[in-house]
């Protein structure tokens, strides 16, 4: 059941902007406002479950499989060293958002390992890239 005050039951909603990279019947994939390294994107549920334990196999798969769409979108766009993918469940682990995601993260060797920053991304940046990505994933 969708939230009236969930950030990103709002996006689902088209009530809050994002920077858009991909969506299907389950899920969507958006430009991380407060990106911790360029190109950090979020893969959401469309269908409001707060964690891992609560969100539906089928929407867990669907997730996955979104996740490796624009995993390749990022490789292929930005060429990183690496990429981390990591989903948090509880405020205990470091959710700050209760509504599943995961997280997609280009790496390179040496960064500092960062869950989260409240540093805000350029949004023409944002923009820029979720407009790249999104033709990538649409291959």
């Known amino acids: 059941m969708a939230s009236e005050s969930c950030i990103f039951c ?3 909603r088209g009530e809050a902007p994002a920077a858009m990279v991909f969506e299907d019947e389950h899920t969507l994939a958006f ?3 407060f990106p ?3 190109g950090h ?3 959401v549920t469309r269908e409001h479950a707060e964690n ?3 969100a539906s196999r089928e929407v867990l798969e669907a997730v996955a499989a979104t996740a490796k769409r624009v995993a390749h979108a990022l490789r292929d766009t930005l060429a990183p060293e690496g990429l ?6 509880g405020a205990a682990a470091g959710q700050t958002v209760f509504h599943y ?3 997609l993260m280009p790496r390179a060797a040496g960064e500092p390992l960062l869950l989260h920053t409240r540093v805000p991304g350029d949004p023409q940046r ?3 890239l979720a407009e790249t990505l999104a033709r990538h994933v649409a291959r």
């Open 10 to 12: 709002k996006i689902v």
């Open 31 to 33: 430009m991380d406002i």
């Open 36 to 38: 911790v390294t360029d």
């Open 41 to 43: 994107t979020l893969v």
């Open 52 to 54: 891992v334990f609560e």
């Open 84 to 89: 981390m993918v990591f989903q948090l469940n």
């Open 101 to 103: 995601h995961m997280h």
């Open 126 to 128: 944002l923009a820029s």
